[in-house]
């Protein structure tokens, strides 16, 4: 397949607490980017991390790269309502830019 | 607002139809993409275009063919349409060609009945 794998499919938890998502992928890449999606609606850019950063922050979202296990994890702290999506990994190859299945996120009042 | 537009929001036709879906990208962004989504297959790349020419195809059928216009407005024509057809189709444009920022439009909702 030439989709990356987000890591879990789902997960709810309690506002307030951290979400950690996590995405891996096979190839070499230029950049890795993440993506929220509202229920059938477009997606939404988030962050973009280049193959020679290691950790990125923006708000409440903090994203990590290991381009030597070809994986990227997206942590969410003090979840809001609001943050109930789904979060998608997005990565670059061969002038293609490939999405995992990403992770749908719910946040509990 | 993304600044991407896509006409129509929905479309419901019948098996073996043929539709076309139109996508108006970002003023200035000279990159468009379009996506299949459906829910057992997540967020599938069908094609690029870069300014008026092809860069990059993914796993689009033959029943399947897209163009990006001078204007660069892009059009994914879809035949002999299946009841698997029916899906979200996304398109989104960038600045510039398969690795930068991706804006998206809020999609074409195909029924194929």
């Known amino acids: 397949s030439q989709q990356g794998e987000e890591d879990p499919q789902a997960l709810s938890i309690q506002e307030g607490e951290n979400a950690t998502m996590n995405c891996s992928y096979k190839?070499?890449?230029?950049?890795l980017q993440w993506y929220r999606q509202n229920s059938g609606r477009g997606l939404v850019h988030l962050i973009l991390?280049?193959?020679?950063?290691r950790e990125k922050h923006s708000g409440r979202l903090r994203v990590t790269l290991d381009t030597s296990k070809k994986s990227s994890s997206l942590l969410i702290t003090a979840s809001r309502a609001a943050d109930t999506a789904s979060y998608f990994c997005?990565?670059?190859?061969?002038?293609?830019?490939?999405f995992g299945k990403g992770t749908r996120l719910h946040i509990l009042p | 607002d993304s600044g991407v537009t896509q006409t129509p929001k929905h479309l419901i036709t019948a098996t073996g139809q043929r539709v076309t879906l139109r996508c108006s990208p970002r003023?200035?962004?000279?990159?468009v993409y379009w996506y299949q989504q459906s829910l057992d297959q997540g967020l599938q790349f069908l094609i690029q275009?870069?300014?008026?020419?092809?860069?990059a195809k993914g796993n689009i059928l033959e029943r399947f063919s897209a163009q990006q216009f001078p204007d660069l407005h892009s059009e994914l024509n879809l035949s002999s349409l299946e009841l698997g057809d029916s899906a979200l189709y996304f398109c989104?444009?960038?600045?510039?060609?398969?690795?930068?920022?991706?804006?998206f439009g809020s999609g074409t909702q195909l029924s194929v009945l």
């Open positions: 275009y870069y300014n008026g020419e092809e860069r």
């Open positions: 997005a990565y670059d190859r061969d002038d293609k830019i490939i």
């Open positions: 989104a444009s960038s600045s510039g060609g398969g690795k930068g920022k991706l804006f």
């Open positions: 190839t070499s890449i230029n950049n």
């Open positions: 003023s200035g962004d000279l990159s």
């Open positions: 991390i280049r193959s020679n950063e």
